[in-house]
């Protein structure tokens, strides 16, 4: 155990030799304190990059889309009335028929594909484990934002888009993304992890109010087109791990 | 005591200097090819996307402002990482040295009972020599990274930063995979290949329920770490297994959640030329029912805080790992990243691996480049590579010049000698005669010279050298003068 707390000590002292900063006792009993203090002066940071987009909403939607095609996702798009049925004729296009899906996906979204669909079987999440998971063909999510700028789907891992488990054994991944959902750039999604609820899919907005750490996302995962290497030869080759083919159903809400 | 060797040539301690280790390396014509294709690709990619890019420079002093501010306060930092990571359920130790962070790591697994690890893709790992050490412990580790397999499978050493095997090409990948997955018929088409190491892997990741990985971030504010990845063998290893193992570098906390909003989008169009990359994975602690359930972060200094005590090299800490200085180096591109001896190779292995090593080795490597600065203008976090090169050039000479060794080389005393007739005006005059009477014994009578003695013909081995004029300049004005005069 001393071994432990010597380590720490050498290399603390250490740093703070090198930047000149409080001794090591001292900085640990004013850890926090320092580091707030030293937050605060890295807000006067200058951010002179471009954090809001000026993309109408459409023009967004149009990027968004294309820039997932670029990725060979594979999208379409729907009205709110028309989610079932277009959810319904994805998953009948696919062949796809042992689904997994999170515990808080709305009923209706899975109801038209269950009547149309001979075979189709949807295990909601309640603990399934990984070998049951494994039988899945196919997994149905919702997500927390999408960024157009670069393609790109948030997961929260909310009650709607379910454990990181269930969207990375399944080969096919279909997730549903709300036009409100869609934000033009990087910094803009950041801005939104700051003001909602983790949970999103059915959660209530929440004031606009200043970001506390607390409420950041503690599970986040980025997904920009299906997994991918240029490992051999700089040829691209799309699937090795994680699902190999990402479907988007872009709701225009 | 040091641990047997991972990558035996790219041991700083061991390795030959660089124009000795670049040699062999510049015959092999069949790399040069990988190499500059491999380069050309990411470099063209990159371009493009930067040239579309309007707040480019913008994104790079933000993210040269966030970086330095946060090792001018990277105690206060660090401590809020391990107070916050703490509190999500994650245990946090320090490792002063590589063999503090081996020994850390192997207990960890020790208590896990584990005799099995599976690995994401990590340099920090390879710095410290882990898998060697690891595999003496009887623990054996498995690569997962794509790359690293066909690295570790056909016992061959990385030679870039972000994709390590752009050295080996598919007829080479082929015979690998054939020989040991058992897969005589396999063909070398990449597609073939990539589903072969897919299902390869695959048990591998349900089964071992211990991985080992390294940090793109760490965030301060949160405790989170950020891994960003193409293939999806991270986002395995770091939902699947019941212990994880974070090994990061203490440079690689941010202060901020929101400052990867900065880092995530220079990251991705300078490492592989896209706009973002397929997977990027934050995670902060422990979260009941999913991910790991034993987390464990363990920051490694190994020489990064004497770095951060110095003003011009400190910035060689905000590196993120991108490799865009290596593919835009004129260097790099005809040697390869094993000319280096490092799992640091191109413009930022030249000044980071010396100061790592504390200038006691791979001294050389501030010497392998041209200083054209090209690293510079891309580098995201604008290190000013060519400013600390010169200025590891005056540390390792001036270390150099007292050493018995070098006292009596031909260069040495060539500059001593020098220094003496140029602080004498008398003697400098005096050295130019001598010099014009010397020189006529090696000009030809086309007026070159074509070949000097000793240290001279390092220099007359590839260049001529323009014979002295009959007369100085100053010898030159003088005449002028008098001719105006008479």
């Known amino acids: ?253 | 005591m040091s641990a047997a060797t991972e990558h035996p040539i790219l041991d700083p301690a061991l390795a030959p200097p660089f124009p000795a280790a670049a040699l062999p390396v510049l015959r092999n014509v069949q790399l040069r090819k990988n190499v500059a294709h491999a380069i050309d690709v990411i470099q063209a990619k990159r371009g493009k996307l930067v040239a579309e890019k309007t707040d480019w420079q913008a994104l790079r002093s933000a993210a040269a402002a966030i970086k330095d501010e946060t090792l001018a306060n990277l105690g206060a930092y660090l401590e809020q990482f391990e107070e916050r990571c703490t509190a999500a359920g994650g245990h946090v130790h320090w490792a002063a040295d590589a063999a503090d962070a081996r020994r850390i790591i192997l207990e960890i697994l020790r208590e896990e009972k584990a005799d099995e690890v599976i690995k994401i893709k990590t340099m920090t790992s390879a710095e410290i020599q882990l898998n060697p050490f690891l595999e003496a412990a009887g623990v054996r580790a498995y690569e997962t990274d794509l790359a690293e397999i066909i690295l570790q499978l056909g016992r061959g050493e990385p030679s870039h930063i972000v994709v390590p095997a752009l050295h080996v090409n598919r007829a080479q990948v082929r015979e690998i995979f054939a020989r040991t997955m058992g897969l005589p018929d396999l063909s070398d088409d990449p597609k073939g290949l990539t589903e072969a190491a897919r299902n390869y892997l695959r048990r591998k990741f349900l089964d071992v329920p211990t991985a080992i990985s390294g940090a793109n971030f760490l965030v301060a504010e949160t405790g989170g770490v950020a891994i960003v990845e193409s293939e999806g063998n991270g986002r395995m290893c770091l939902t699947l297994p019941r212990t994880m193992i974070t090994l990061a570098g203490i440079e690689k906390v941010v202060p901020r959640f929101q400052d990867l909003e900065v880092m995530l989008q220079l990251l991705a169009r300078s490492a592989t030329g896209e706009r973002m990359n397929p997977y990027t994975s934050l995670w902060t602690g422990v979260v009941p029912g999913d991910g790991p359930q034993n987390f464990h972060v363990v920051l490694l200094d190994n020489g990064r805080s004497s770095i951060l005590g110095r003003k011009t090299e400190r910035q060689t800490l905000r590196c993120i790992r991108c490799a865009a200085c290596m593919n835009t180096c004129p260097v790099y591109r005809q040697t390869g990243g094993h000319a280096y001896g490092s799992v640091y190779p191109g413009p930022i292995g030249a000044i980071l691996t010396p100061q790592l090593e504390h200038l006691r080795h791979a001294q050389s490597l501030p010497f392998a480049s041209s200083l054209c600065g090209a690293c510079y203008e891309v580098c995201p976090v604008k290190i000013n590579i060519p400013e600390i090169l010169i200025d590891l050039r005056a540390r390792v000479t001036d270390q150099e010049r007292h050493t018995v060794g070098k006292f009596f080389d031909p260069m040495y005393v060539g500059l001593r000698v020098a220094n003496v007739i140029f602080s004498r005006a008398w003697l400098f005059h005096f050295a130019q005669w001598a010099g014009r009477i010397g020189a006529k014994v090696v000009t030809r009578r086309d007026g070159w010279i074509h070949s000097l003695p000793s240290v001279g013909g390092k220099w007359t081995q590839t260049r001529d050298l323009r014979g002295l004029p009959k007369q100085t300049f100053h010898e030159w004005w003088k005449d002028r003068e008098r001719k105006d005069r008479d």
């Open chain 1, 1 to 253: 155990m001393s071994a432990v707390a010597d380590s720490r000590k050498k290399v603390l002292e250490a740093i703070h030799l090198a930047t000149g900063a409080a001794t090591a006792g001292s900085a640990a009993r004013n850890g926090a304190a320092s580091a707030g203090k030293a937050a605060e002066g890295g807000a006067e940071i200058a951010r002179g990059y471009v954090r809001r987009g000026d993309m109408t909403v459409s023009a967004r939607h149009e990027r968004f889309v294309e820039r997932l095609r670029e990725y060979d996702a594979e999208v379409v798009e729907c009205a709110p009335e028309g989610l079932a049925a277009a959810i319904a004729a994805q998953i009948e296009a696919s062949g796809m028929r042992k689904f997994v899906a999170p515990p808080g996906i709305p009923a209706e979204w899975y109801v038209d594909a269950a009547r149309k669909i001979e075979g189709f079987e949807c295990t909601l999440d309640h603990g399934l484990s990984v070998a049951e998971i494994e039988q899945a063909e196919g997994v149905l999510t919702g997500c927390f934002c999408g960024v157009a700028d670069s393609g790109t789907i948030v997961l929260h891992h909310g009650p709607a888009e379910g454990r990181r488990v269930i969207s990375l054994l399944p080969d096919w991944h279909l997730c549903v993304v709300r036009a409100s959902q869609v934000v033009e750039t990087l910094p803009e999604y950041f801005d939104r992890c700051a003001i909602r609820e983790q949970g999103s899919e059915g959660a209530r907005e929440q004031e606009n109010r200043e970001p506390e750490a607390d409420k950041l996302p503690r599970l986040v995962t980025w997904i920009s087109g299906p997994s991918a290497t240029a490992d051999i030869e700089m040829t691209r080759i799309k699937g090795v791990h994680g699902p190999r083919f990402l479907n988007v159903i872009l709701v225009r809400d």
